[in-house]
């Protein structure tokens, strides 16, 4: 199974301040395609997940701008340009390039 | 509004068995691939088993593979989970999903709960 590394675990980050999550997978999440399935998740405080970004750059309908996805090949970046205090929880990067589909640990994102 | 909505979950003994159901409305279910995702608790969420559109073609993670059955019917706009041989590991709130590789598609029910325990 492709193995998601996320870093950090944990994100304190201060209101209006940018924040960047990493992910690296365990293999190229190039698929035979051409495109690479890498997708963003947000999990609030007993929600279900949400997707936010998907094929690495992409935002997903109603995803505010702030936030936006970068990357290839096996390394892979999420960006919130400026926090807000909505923006508090857990975010997963996950991948569908590879069955099973497979997600990082997760990073929590708090507010200091 | 695209919806989905689980049912089946609870207690159950190591060794039983549980059905879940997932019911789409707000849209017709058959365009899209469906998924069942489960998070254990304190855990990120695990991709268990999906299905394609006319169910020909069904995935299923190692850990589930000959114990677990997706299935849907397309005529009651509905996804099914069929878990047999329940363990301890299968604890989780398991949410059925829709979510599109090629597009701004990604729908999730509010997820069941499902705890295996004697």
């Not at chain 2, 059955?69 to 329940?86: E, F, P, W």
Request: proline content about 4%; aromatic content about 10%; hydrophobic content about 30%.
């Amino acid at each position: 199974d492709v193995v998601m590394t996320q870093s950090p675990v944990s994100l304190p980050v201060t209101l209006g301040q940018p924040a960047s999550i990493s992910c690296i997978s365990s293999r190229s999440l190039v698929n035979s395609d051409g495109n690479t399935y890498l997708n963003w998740f947000q999990q609030r405080p007993g929600q279900s997940p949400r997707r936010l970004i998907y094929k690495v750059s992409k935002r997903d309908s109603g995803v505010p701008d702030r936030f936006s996805g970068s990357g290839s090949g096996t390394d892979f970046t999420l960006k919130i340009s400026r926090v807000e205090a909505e923006d508090v929880g857990v975010y997963y990067c996950m991948q569908d390039t590879h069955w099973p589909w497979t997600f990082g640990q997760g990073t929590k994102v708090e507010i200091k | 509004e695209m919806q989905l909505v689980e049912s089946g979950g609870g207690l159950v003994l190591p060794g039983g068995s549980l059905s879940l159901s997932c019911v789409a409305s707000g849209f017709t279910s058959n365009r899209y691939w469906m998924h069942w995702v489960r998070q254990a608790p304190g855990k990120g969420p695990e991709w268990v088993a999906n299905i394609k559109q006319d169910g020909s073609e069904k995935y299923y993670v190692d850990s589930v593979k000959g114990r677990f059955t997706i299935s849907r019917d397309n005529a009651k706009n509905s996804l099914y989970l069929q878990m047999n041989s329940l363990r301890a590991d299968d604890t989780a709130v398991y949410y059925c999903a829709i979510v599109n590789r090629g597009d701004s598609t990604d729908v999730w029910g509010q997820g069941t709960t499902v705890t295996v325990s004697s």
